[in-house]
Structures are given as structure tokens and as C-alpha cells.
């Protein structure tokens, strides 16, 4: 059993809370409590495992309040809070696992509860899983040079986790350009190298527009004399 699904064993229940956004395990979100039921959520959760469901909905008056029984969303972990005067907190959370609702459950609770399954990508080839990782951890860096020439940064580029493509490829799909639909799928997939195989599309897609944006930049800082040259892999 990985670290994440031991966190949550013996979950069966969870606090959910819908927004337009798509979570991944691994990845920090910040969050703003403001609404009394959730202030209710923040404080029952902190008085036991800290865990919450956070579950990817756009409010829709032609459609339910609630995300639908069968959806996908990540429990998500409180590990920092800062209380407000008001009431209101600003909170620091982390994705932990993903889960299936099976049912929603009415405790009398001010906000959603949901029956859950949490679930992790299935077995694969290590050897393909690898070199997928490795295409997109190479093309994504390939970028991450590029924005990093356009925006004059010099600091460090983001580090990857080499040896756990899984988690890679969540945190690449955290950071990459698209809408919430299709990190909604990303999320839902349960094969590594299929979601691995996705984001090196986009990826590859992208790439040629960032470093020619990059070389534009550095053309332009030398005043258009086209001999400088650009390094991409410093």
C-alpha cells in the first residue's frame, strides 16, 4: 500500500466541497474559507483526520447543486491554517488521493457528505512507464527553459520526481495549460502512460511556441542582432 492510501485507510466517508478547479495528489492548494458551512467543514475535519474531498463542479441552475454520484475527485489534506479575526481562514491544503463517490450520505451536516472509493493508477510496465515519464520530464523542462529566457528568471528549474512517474505526471498535468474538463480526465485516468502519453501531446504541441517566444526575447534584448546565440540547456 503507497503512503497515500495508507493516509486514507479506513476513510469511508468525506467531507466534499465542489469548486470550479481540478486537484491533484501530490499538488499544494490555498484556499479562502469564508462560507459559514464550510467554516463548519474546516472545523469538524480539524477535529479529526483533517481530510476533505475536494471535487471539481461549476454550479449550473439547469443541473443539480452537487456533483454528480460517480464522479472523481482528490481528498485533499488541511496541513496549515491561518484563522481570520472575522472567522474566515486562509488554509493550506495538499492532495492526497483520489476517489470515486459512490453515494452521498445525509448526517445533518451543513455541507456534502459522500461514500467513498479511493483508488490509485493500476500496474504497468515499468520499462514504458519510464520512458513516457522521460519524454515528458525532457519536453516539459524544454519549456520550462523557454518561459524561463522570456520571464529573465535565473533561478533554479523545477525539479521532477524521476522515480515515480505517477507523481510526475500529476504534477506536470497541475501546471500545464488546459481546462478544468481535461484535467478533470487526466485526473480519472487510471493508467500512468496513458496520462503520461496526453500531457507529452500538449506538451509537444507547445513547445515550438515557447522557444521561438524565447528566442524573440533574446533577440530583442540584443537589439536584433541575430548572432547571439541561445543556449536552451543552461
Given at each position: 500500500m503507497s503512503d497515500a492510501l495508507d493516509k486514507v485507510r479506513g476513510v469511508r466517508e468525506l467531507p466534499v466541497f465542489p469548486l470550479p478547479l481540478v486537484l491533484f495528489p501530490g499538488v499544494p492548494l490555498p484556499l479562502h474559507i469564508f462560507e459559514e458551512r464550510y467554516r463548519r467543514m474546516l472545523a469538524d475535519v480539524r477535529a479529526s483526520n483533517n481530510l476533505f474531498g475536494l471535487?471539481?463542479?461549476?454550479?449550473?441552475?439547469?443541473?443539480?447543486?452537487?456533483?454528480?454520484?460517480?464522479?472523481?475527485?482528490?481528498?485533499?489534506?488541511?496541513?496549515?491554517?491561518?484563522?481570520?479575526?472575522?472567522?474566515?481562514?486562509?488554509?493550506?491544503?495538499?492532495?492526497?488521493?483520489?476517489?470515486?463517490?459512490?453515494?452521498?450520505?445525509?448526517?445533518?451536516?451543513?455541507?456534502?457528505?459522500?461514500?467513498?472509493?479511493?483508488?490509485?493508477?493500476?500496474?504497468?510496465?515499468?520499462?514504458?512507464?519510464?520512458?513516457?515519464?522521460?519524454?515528458?520530464?525532457?519536453?516539459?523542462?524544454?519549456?520550462?527553459?523557454?518561459?524561463?529566457?522570456?520571464?529573465?528568471?535565473?533561478?533554479?528549474?523545477?525539479?521532477?520526481?524521476?522515480?515515480?512517474?505517477?507523481?510526475?505526471?500529476?504534477?506536470?498535468?497541475?501546471?500545464?495549460?488546459?481546462?478544468?474538463?481535461?484535467?478533470?480526465?487526466?485526473?480519472?485516468?487510471?493508467?500512468?502512460s496513458e496520462r503520461l502519453r496526453r500531457l507529452y501531446t500538449l506538451l509537444a504541441q507547445a513547445v515550438t511556441a515557447y522557444e521561438e517566444r524565447a528566442r524573440t526575447h533574446e533577440l530583442a534584448r540584443g537589439n536584433g542582432h541575430a548572432g547571439k546565440k541561445i543556449d536552451l540547456d543552461q
Open positions: 471535487s471539481y463542479f461549476v454550479p449550473d441552475a439547469e443541473r443539480e447543486d452537487r456533483p454528480p454520484a460517480g464522479h472523481v475527485g482528490c481528498a485533499t489534506e488541511v496541513v496549515e491554517v491561518q484563522p481570520l479575526p472575522d472567522g474566515r481562514s486562509n488554509i493550506l491544503t495538499l492532495g492526497v488521493a483520489r476517489y470515486r463517490v459512490t453515494e452521498y450520505v445525509d448526517r445533518g451536516d451543513p455541507y456534502l457528505v459522500a461514500r467513498v472509493e479511493f483508488f490509485e493508477d493500476g500496474e504497468e510496465d515499468r520499462e514504458v512507464v519510464g520512458r513516457r515519464a522521460a519524454e515528458v520530464s525532457e519536453m516539459f523542462m524544454r519549456i520550462a527553459r523557454a518561459m524561463r529566457t522570456v520571464n529573465a528568471e535565473r533561478g533554479a528549474l523545477p525539479e521532477l520526481p524521476q522515480d515515480d512517474p505517477e507523481r510526475l505526471s500529476f504534477l506536470v498535468a497541475a501546471v500545464v495549460e488546459m481546462d478544468a474538463e481535461a484535467k478533470q480526465r487526466l485526473l480519472e485516468t487510471r493508467s500512468t
